[in-house]
C-alpha cells in the first residue's frame, strides 16, 4: 500500500492551501459564521477557479475522475483552515449518494460541479444513533408514478444551505430491515417539508426536517426502489474517510498553533517550549497525528476493497481518528491554559471542530464494534 503523494496530488495540495491562504483567514470565517454559516462566493469559487466540486465526479458528467485520496488531500487543507462551507456534505456525501443513480441524478450531479446544486444527505433518525439503516420514514408510490414521504430525520448537516435534501425512506419492510430502503432527491423548498435550523457547538449549521405528505415526482427515486442500502452505507464510508483527512488538517494546525504559543508563552523567566513534560506532550500529538495521516490514507484506498474490508478499513481509522483528536484538541488548550478556551482565540473553534468530528459518523466506540463485528464475519 503506497501512504505517498503523486506530483499531481501534490500540486492538488498547494493549490487549495494557496487559495485558502489568500481567500480564508480567520477573520473571514468568523464572518461567515455572523451571516449564514458560509460564504457562497467561497463555494462558487471552489468550483470555477479550483474545480474542487468536479474533482472526484465522473468524467462522463463533465467531472475529472479523480479518487478518495485526492478528496481527502483537499479535506486535509479544509481542516487546517477550519472552512464552513458544505464540501463534505454536498460534494462528498452528496456526490456519491448520486452516483450511478440514472439521468436524474446525473444531472443533479452536474450540477453539483458548476456550483448551482448543494444536495444534502438526510439519513439519520431520531433514537438510531449512527445507524443509517433504522429508517422508519415511508415512501408510498401515488398516481402517476410520484411518491408520497411521510416521516423526519434529525441531525442533517449543512441542511440551511442546501438546494436538496437526499432522503432515505422505505418502500417495504420494517425500520430496521436492511432491504427496502429506497433513497429520493428532494427539493429543499418542497411543500410538506418542515426544517428547525440550529448551530453546533463548532458553528456549523443543521437541522431537524420533517417531512408530511411530500410528494415527488418519479424522477426524484435515485437508482431502483428498495436496492439503496449499499449504495447508502458505501458513502457513509467514503465520507468517513474523507472526515479523517479533515481531522488530520485540524489536528495539524492545532499542533503548530500549540508549539508557536509554547515558544512565546514564558513562565519562570523562559519559553514554556523548553519544559521538558511539556514537550513530550507536544511530541505525543505529533505521533498520533501522524498514525491518524496514515490511517486516513488507508481507509482512503480501501474503499474499493469488498464490503466487509470496507467497513473494517474505514471504522478502524475512524475510531483511532476519533481518539486523537480528542487527545490533541484536550492537549492543545491545556497548554494555552485559560486563553486557549475564549472565542477570540483561534484555538478553541479548532477544538470545537475537533470535538464534532470525534462523534461524527459515529463515536470511537461505534467504530470499534464495526471492527469487531467485521472480524467476527470473517471467522
Known amino acids: ?23 480564508y483567514d480567520f477573520d473571514t470565517r468568523r464572518s461567515a459564521l455572523a451571516n449564514g454559516g458560509w460564504k457562497p462566493a467561497i463555494w462558487q469559487a471552489f468550483a470555477d477557479e479550483l474545480g474542487l466540486l ?8 463533465g467531472g475529472f475522475g479523480g479518487g478518495p485520496v485526492e478528496t481527502m488531500i483537499v479535506l486535509e487543507e479544509i481542516g487546517r483552515a477550519l472552512v464552513l462551507e458544505p464540501y463534505l456534505e454536498c460534494t462528498v456525501l452528496g456526490g456519491a449518494l448520486l452516483r450511478d443513480g440514472g439521468e436524474a441524478a446525473d444531472a443533479m450531479a452536474g450540477g453539483i460541479i458548476d456550483g ?10 431520531d433514537g438510531a444513533r449512527y445507524d443509517a439503516g433504522v429508517v422508519a420514514t415511508t415512501a408510498t408510490p401515488v398516481e402517476g408514478g410520484s411518491w408520497m414521504i411521510e416521516g423526519g430525520k434529525i441531525a442533517v448537516a449543512a441542511a440551511p444551505c442546501a438546494t436538496h435534501f437526499l432522503v432515505s425512506a422505505r418502500t417495504a419492510g420494517q425500520p430496521r430491515d436492511r432491504d427496502g430502503i429506497a433513497l429520493f432527491a428532494v427539493p429543499a423548498d418542497a411543500t410538506g417539508l418542515e426544517r428547525t435550523d440550529y448551530a ?15 410528494q415527488v ?15 447508502i452505507e458505501r458513502a457513509i464510508d467514503e465520507a468517513i474517510a474523507a472526515l479523517c483527512g479533515e481531522a488530520v488538517g485540524v489536528m495539524r494546525r492545532m499542533l503548530e498553533s500549540t508549539v508557536d504559543y509554547a515558544r512565546q508563552r514564558e513562565q519562570f ?41 470496507r467497513r473494517k478499513a474505514v471504522s478502524a481509522a475512524k475510531a483511532f481518528v476519533s481518539d486523537a483528536a480528542k487527545f490533541v484538541a484536550q492537549a492543545a488548550v491545556q497548554i494555552h491554559g485559560g486563553i486557549g478556551t475564549t472565542d477570540e482565540l483561534a484555538i478553541s473553534h479548532y477544538f470545537k471542530r475537533a470535538t464534532v468530528i470525534e462523534n461524527q459518523f459515529g463515536s470511537a466506540a461505534y467504530h470499534l464494534r464495526r471492527v469487531a463485528d467485521a472480524m467476527d464475519a470473517e471467522d
Do not use: C
Open 1 to 23: 500500500m503506497n501512504l505517498t503523494y503523486t506530483d499531481e496530488q501534490r500540486l492538488l495540495r498547494e493549490s487549495v492551501a494557496g487559495f485558502l491562504a489568500r481567500h
Open 54 to 61: 468536479g474533482m472526484t465526479a465522473p468524467e462522463r458528467i
Open 116 to 125: 448551482s446544486v448543494r444536495p444534502v444527505a438526510a439519513l439519520w433518525e
Open 200 to 214: 453546533l457547538i463548532d458553528g456549523r449549521r443543521a437541522s431537524d426536517i420533517v417531512l408530511k405528505g411530500v
Open 217 to 231: 415526482g418519479a424522477d426524484a427515486l435515485i437508482g431502483t426502489a428498495g436496492n439503496a442500502s449499499p449504495v
Open 269 to 309: 523567566g523562559r519559553p514554556i517550549a523548553g519544559f521538558q513534560v511539556l514537550q513530550h506532550r507536544m511530541v505525543d500529538m505529533h505521533t498520533r497525528i501522524e498514525r491518524a495521516h496514515s490511517l486516513a490514507i488507508m481507509a482512503a484506498l480501501s474503499l474499493d476493497l469488498p464490503e466487509a474490508e
